[in-house]
């Protein structure tokens, strides 16, 4: 069965500093990377996702990731978090069939101002 | 609005009453999941439906839970005889075909929140 995990369960950063977020997956075969956030009191949006090609992806708001399969991972990164980026952040597989999504248990960043 | 729409938003019911959940996908969206999210943790699997097929049933959702998709557009989760472990956040998502066999990342709805007491 497929598993997510991901490192912190809560980062706290000061504004301007760099973000990185840990996730690994454990499904072998052909997967595809999702990262979703989720802002206080709103739903699930999704931040970037990896099909195939490129390994670093670039998402919205200025937030990318790197695919590395040999490690099994999709690290997400940020250069410079603004308050505005305090949510809850999930990293999600499938694979390439289609099926469920399953996600990790999410990673709380608070950004102080 | 063309997002995937959930209601009740919230539900407050009482231990060992039934209640029932609604989501209206996006409308070309053929697949519709069901997860579960409780405070501080990711979503988990219930189910998911292919048009009106369930395809998969997590071993969360006990024989008090089940999950229709009539006519492959919008889809009820029912649970009986609610207990108190239920009280979670109810996420409804859908996704398609990208048109190369694969499918799209899901798109969630609000999720309906369900108290019970």
């Known amino acids: 069965a497929q598993s997510v995990s991901q490192h912190n369960h809560h980062v706290i950063l000061s504004e301007a500093a760099s973000l990185e977020l840990g996730c690994n997956y454990s499904?072998?075969?052909?997967?595809?990377l999702f990262w979703y956030v989720q802002y206080p009191g709103q739903h699930l949006q999704l931040l970037l996702k990896?099909?195939?090609?490129?390994?670093l992806v670039k998402g919205i708001k200025g937030f990318e990731a790197e695919f590395i399969k040999s490690k099994f991972s999709f690290n997400l990164r940020k250069p410079s978090v603004q308050w505005s980026d305090t949510a809850e952040y999930f990293c999600?597989?499938?694979?390439?069939?289609?099926?469920?999504?399953?996600f990790g248990p999410g990673t709380r960043l608070s950004v102080l101002p | 609005d063309t997002g995937v729409s959930q209601n009740p938003r919230h539900k407050i019911t009482k231990r060992g009453q039934n209640v029932t959940f609604r989501c209206d996908p996006i409308?070309?969206?053929?697949?519709l999941y069901w997860y579960r999210q409780t405070l501080g943790q990711g979503p988990e699997f219930l189910t998911y439906?292919?048009?009106?097929?369930?395809?998969?049933k997590s071993r969360l959702l006990s024989d008090r839970f089940s999950a229709e998709r009539p006519k492959g557009s919008f889809s009820t989760l029912e649970i009986q005889r609610t207990e108190q472990g239920d009280s979670a956040m109810y996420l409804c998502?859908?996704?398609?075909?990208?048109?190369?066999?694969?499918?799209?990342?899901?798109?969630f709805g609000q999720g309906t929140r369900l108290t019970v007491v």
């Open positions: 999600a597989v499938n694979h390439n069939y289609g099926q469920n999504f399953v």
């Open positions: 409308s070309e969206h053929n697949r």
């Open positions: 998502a859908s996704s398609s075909t990208a048109g190369t066999g694969t499918y799209t990342e899901a798109f």
């Open positions: 990896y099909f195939s090609g490129d390994p």
């Open positions: 499904y072998g075969g052909t997967v595809n």
């Open positions: 439906f292919q048009n009106e097929a369930q395809l998969e």
